[in-house]
C-alpha cells in the first residue's frame, strides 16, 4: 500500500480517496454540532478563533443556561439556532477546529428565508416549504403542515429553484474553504415530506388512500431538489448528502414492499443525477438500516451515515459484508455515548476506528448532532480522542 506521511492530504482529498477505496494520510472525521452545543463548546470547552464568535457564543449559552435550559423562554431558545445560518457559518467552521473534514450545508434551514411572527406569547416561522413551525424544545418543529388534504396534495407549487439563496452558502464556503469537502444537504421523498409537508399520520394514510397522486407528488419533489442539486455542485459543494429517515429502533418506518415502491425509485434518481453530475452520493438515514443495505448497494450510495448502534445497526458487522462496497460514517456513538462512563466512550470509539479506519472506507462520524446534554466529560473525551487517532496514537 502506498506510503502517505500525517496530514499530508487535504480534507477534500481525504474524503474523496476513502470513498474510492484507496489509501489516506489518516481516517477522516465528521464532527456534527447541534447549535446549541457549538455554544456550549465554545463557552465551556475550546474558543473558537474567533473572537466574535466566542462573544455570541458565550452570551447565548449563558441565557439559555440561567433559564433553565428546555425550560428557558423561547427567544433564548431560538437565538442559538443562528449558528446553524450557513451565511454565517458559525457551527460548520467551528467543527472544522475541532478536527471535522467534511461540512455538511443546508440549502435553507426552516428559519431562513421564513416569514415571522409573533403569537400569544410564541414565535411562529413559515419556512420556504410553506411549513408553519413554533419551537419545540431547542428545535422549531411543524404546527401546521404544508400540504392538508387532496388538493394541496395535487396542486402544490415548489419554492423557486432560480433563488439564488439557496447556493450562496456554497460558493461562500468554497471561497473561505477551498480544502474541504461540502455536503450539500438535499431531501429524500419520505423523511422531510412526511414529517413536515404532510404529518407522519397523514404521509401515512395518503400512501394508502391516493397512491398515484402520492407518487406524483414525489416524483415532483425529487424534480425540485435534482435542479438544486445539481446547481449546488456547480456553487462549490463536491458531495450530496441526501437526508431520508427510514427507519426507528429495530424496525422501518414504512414496509419494505412501500418503501421499494414509493421511495427507491426518487433515491435512485437523485443519486443516478448526482453521479452523472460527477459527484458521490451520501445517504444520511437515521434508524434501523440493516434491511436497506443491499438496496443502497444497487442504487449507488457512496457513503452512509450515520448507522446508531441504539436503532439496532451492527456496524461491525455490516463493515465486514459491506466496505468494499460503501464508505460507512458512523463510529462515535451520540445517543448511547450520553449513558456510557467517559472510559467507555473512549473505549467504543477506538474500537469502532480499529474496525474501519485503519482499513478504509470508514469515516469516523458522530452518529447525529452532539447534543449539549451530552456529559461534558463525554465531550472532552471524544475531541480528544480524535486528535489522539488523527496523530496515530492507536493505529497499532
Request: include cysteine; aromatic fraction near 14%.
Amino acid at each position: 500500500m502506498q506510503n502517505i506521511k500525517k496530514n499530508e492530504m487535504t480534507s477534500r482529498e481525504r474524503i474523496h480517496a476513502t470513498i474510492n477505496g484507496l489509501p489516506v494520510d489518516r481516517v477522516p472525521v465528521f464532527i456534527w454540532l447541534n447549535a446549541h452545543t457549538g455554544c456550549k463548546l465554545m463557552s465551556e470547552y475550546k474558543p473558537s478563533r474567533n473572537s466574535l464568535w466566542n462573544l455570541i457564543a458565550r452570551f447565548l449559552w449563558g441565557r439559555f443556561k440561567r433559564g433553565g435550559e428546555m425550560d428557558a423562554k423561547e427567544l433564548w431558545r431560538f437565538l442559538p439556532l443562528l449558528f446553524d445560518v450557513h451565511s454565517y457559518n458559525f457551527a460548520n467552521a467551528y467543527s472544522a477546529e475541532l478536527g471535522s473534514d467534511l461540512f455538511m450545508v443546508a440549502h435553507a434551514t426552516p428559519w431562513q428565508y421564513a416569514k415571522y411572527s409573533y403569537r400569544n406569547g410564541h414565535i411562529l416561522i413559515k419556512d420556504l416549504f410553506g411549513v408553519t413551525r413554533g419551537m419545540g424544545g431547542i428545535y422549531p418543529d411543524m404546527i401546521q403542515p404544508a400540504i392538508k388534504d387532496i388538493n394541496d396534495l395535487k396542486n402544490y407549487q415548489f419554492p423557486d429553484t432560480n433563488d439564488e439563496r439557496l447556493y450562496t452558502a456554497f460558493r461562500k464556503f468554497r471561497s473561505l474553504y477551498p480544502e474541504v469537502s461540502i455536503a450539500a444537504e438535499v431531501w429524500g421523498v419520505q423523511d422531510f415530506t412526511s414529517t413536515s409537508m404532510f404529518g407522519m399520520e397523514r404521509f401515512m394514510i395518503f400512501l394508502y388512500d391516493y397512491p398515484e397522486e402520492m407518487r406524483d407528488f414525489m416524483r415532483r419533489w425529487a424534480d425540485f431538489w435534482i435542479e438544486v442539486l445539481t446547481r449546488s455542485l456547480k456553487a462549490g459543494a463536491d458531495i450530496i448528502a441526501i437526508f431520508d429517515d427510514y427507519g426507528y429502533d429495530n424496525h422501518t418506518l414504512i414496509s419494505m414492499d412501500m418503501w421499494k415502491e414509493f421511495t427507491y425509485p426518487q433515491l435512485k434518481r437523485l443519486i443516478d443525477t448526482t453521479h452523472e453530475a460527477g459527484a458521490p452520493a451520501m445517504l444520511h438515514s437515521c434508524g434501523y438500516q440493516e434491511p436497506f443495505l443491499d438496496y443502497y448497494i444497487e442504487a449507488g450510495v457512496d457513503m452512509l451515515q450515520s448507522f446508531q448502534p441504539k436503532a439496532g445497526n451492527n456496524f461491525q458487522q455490516a463493515y465486514e459484508n459491506y466496505h468494499d462496497k460503501l464508505t460507512f460514517i458512523t463510529g462515535i456513538d451520540i445517543q448511547l455515548g450520553e449513558y456510557m462512563s467517559s472510559e467507555q466512550l473512549k473505549e467504543n470509539i477506538i474500537r469502532n476506528y480499529r474496525t474501519g479506519g485503519v482499513k478504509g472506507r470508514h469515516v469516523l462520524g458522530t452518529t447525529h448532532e452532539i447534543q449539549y446534554t451530552m456529559p461534558a466529560e463525554n465531550m472532552r473525551v471524544i475531541f480528544d480522542t480524535i486528535k489522539e487517532i488523527q496523530s496515530g496514537a492507536h493505529d497499532g
